[in-house]
């Protein structure tokens, strides 16, 4: 066992695959270095809407949002065509998964971390003013942000054992995250827009408003990763933000074992 799972490890943590995750999940800075070389620094708001586009990379504002969620389909991807290169025969293959699964779960989650750091250093070059309490928020950020990736690349391993076929593991995989990545957070703000934007201050508190918005999200979409985490950002040291988190870890650990169990009962190439 020990063996099939360092074997996927190796398998997992290649040049190529290292290079291009942080290609990848650093994307987005050159437009972060641009914005600040154009905003007016000087001015409070301007410096915090650039750490709000920075620190959170998954729902930032403007084309940063876009570029944003690219790592996120490219987690769901390498997850995807996971199991498409197998070797023929390997001692066990629930931990041939487990092991490949690890290897790629170091590399990306290390790139997504990094990728939120770097955006915060960046702002400190700039000019953004230091200070314990945004240290604390970035490291936070960069950590729901690892967990977030972990989730799609768990799930992007599942879907790898539903088909032999590349294409067809490719084409659900991009269905996938463009529902869970754009419509269903677009749907969320739609919704809460329509019900609350009107008149909602006016007929309710804000804490009440906060209150529905985090039960429902957290309750009715716990499958739903950037919503987990903004909402887990929201209520960053309380038992609620706990919730979130768990959200995160729950559905990751339910993926990844689905699909062991399928790789095992010989689901997907390699199969004996």
Excluded at 71 to 77: K, R, S, V
Excluded at 147 to 165: K, M, N, P, R
């Amino acid at each position: 066992m020990l063996r099939s799972f360092a074997m996927g490890f190796r398998r997992s943590i290649g040049g190529w695959t290292a290079a291009l995750s942080f290609a990848v999940f650093l994307t987005p800075l050159p437009l972060v270095l641009a914005a600040g070389r154009r905003l007016p620094l000087w001015d409070p708001g301007e410096v915090m809407r650039i750490i709000y586009e920075a620190v959170d990379p998954v729902v930032p504002m403007g084309a940063l949002g876009m570029l944003g969620i690219l790592p996120l389909f490219f987690a769901l991807l390498v997850g995807a065509y996971s199991t498409k290169d197998e070797p023929s025969k390997v001692p066990s293959r629930p931990a041939y998964l487990l092991g490949r699964f690890t290897g790629h779960a170091a590399v990306l989650s290390a790139a997504a971390f990094a990728s939120v750091l770097l955006g915060f250093l960046i702002l400190v070059h700039f000019g953004a003013a230091f200070s314990d309490d945004l240290l604390k928020a970035v490291l936070t950020t960069g950590a729901l942000f690892s967990l977030v990736v972990l989730q799609l690349l768990a799930l992007g391993y599942l879907i790898s054992t539903l088909s032999e076929e590349g294409s067809v593991c490719l084409v659900t995989a991009l269905s996938a995250g463009f529902v869970l990545l754009i419509m269903i957070p677009m749907a969320v703000t739609f919704l809460f827009m329509l019900e609350y934007a009107p008149m909602g201050e006016l007929v309710k508190s804000p804490a009440v408003v906060r209150e529905e918005m985090w039960r429902y999200l957290t309750l009715y979409l716990p499958f739903e990763p950037t919503l987990q985490m903004g909402e887990a950002l929201g209520e960053a040291g309380t038992w609620r933000g706990l919730l979130n988190v768990l959200n995160l870890g729950v559905f990751s650990v339910v993926y990844i074992i689905i699909a062991a169990l399928r790789f095992s009962r010989g689901k997907g190439p390699g199969s004996p």
